[in-house]
């Protein structure tokens, strides 16, 4: 039997070309007249680090940051999501109508894209990859790398381009 795609998880770091990514996530979703919801999540500082910034700032301060971040990583997005339907769409309303939901957490990436991922009973995910450092070229970035090791749900891992490309969103 062909499994059914209806609910695809595209998981963002919101990087200038992760629009290239979405384009697969909304390919997919269009194709398989699936839904998608699109994760992005603020990487947790180590619990030392944590210690150190609240005794520095205060507790209340840095949950008032940590707010602040997840706010402005929503507008964002949804205003990448305009442009993205305005730029390679032209406005049908059938691509804003595949995002189903938008979430922004604060967690280790891998962790939470899992945890969700199999929560919520997703059927594929969806996720750019670009390797940093010196062996770039010859690995997936890292979470990506931690998410297809771990994962028992399809994933499509998309190797994002160098530099910019005619998808490249400005930063928002």
């Known amino acids: 039997m062909i499994p059914t795609i209806k609910k695809i998880l ?3 770091d919101l990087s200038r070309n992760s629009a290239y990514a979405f384009r697969y996530a909304m390919n997919s979703a269009l194709k398989h007249d699936a839904r998608i919801t699109i994760l992005h999540v603020i990487e ?4 030392s680090a944590e210690a150190v910034v609240k005794l520095h700032i205060g507790e209340a301060e840095h949950e008032r940051i940590i707010r602040g971040a997840i706010e402005q990583s929503m507008s964002g997005i949804k205003k990448r999501i305009q442009i993205f339907c305005d730029k390679e769409m032209e406005g049908r309303p059938e691509c804003f109508d595949k995002v189903d939901d938008i979430e922004v957490c604060e967690g280790y990436p891998a962790d939470e894209i899992l945890r969700r991922a199999y929560e919520e009973g997703f059927d594929l995910i969806i996720m750019g990859s670009h390797g940093r450092g010196i062996l770039s070229h010859s690995f997936l ?16 891992t998309i190797p994002l381009p160098k530099g910019d490309i005619d998808i490249s969103l400005p930063d928002i």
């Open 10 to 12: 595209y998981a963002t």
């Open 44 to 47: 947790e500082m180590s619990p």
């Open 141 to 156: 970035g890292s979470t990506a790398e931690r998410v297809l090791r771990r994962t028992r749900i399809p994933i499509y």
